[in-house]
């Protein structure tokens, strides 16, 4: 899991059509960083690796780089 640092920006700004890393809220109020690209979707989420939306609360996001 990576930080929030300067590299995150508001979910509210995230560009559609484009592989993002993002920050969500899980149920326990936590915030992580998913391990798996998301591309927004209007209001939603969609799981690039699988193609289905994804039911989160984002946070945070930023271009999502290959891990090493």
């Known amino acids: ?27 326990d109020g936590i915030v992580h960083a998913l391990s798996f690209p998301c591309r927004r ?11 289905t939306h994804a039911d989160i609360h984002a946070t945070h996001w930023r271009k999502w780089t290959e891990p090493n």
């Open 1 to 27: 899991m990576h930080p929030v640092s300067a590299e995150w920006q508001s979910a509210s700004t995230a560009p559609p059509d484009e592989d993002l890393e993002i920050c969500a809220l899980d149920y």
């Open 41 to 51: 979707d209007g209001f939603n989420w969609v799981d690039r690796s699988g193609g």
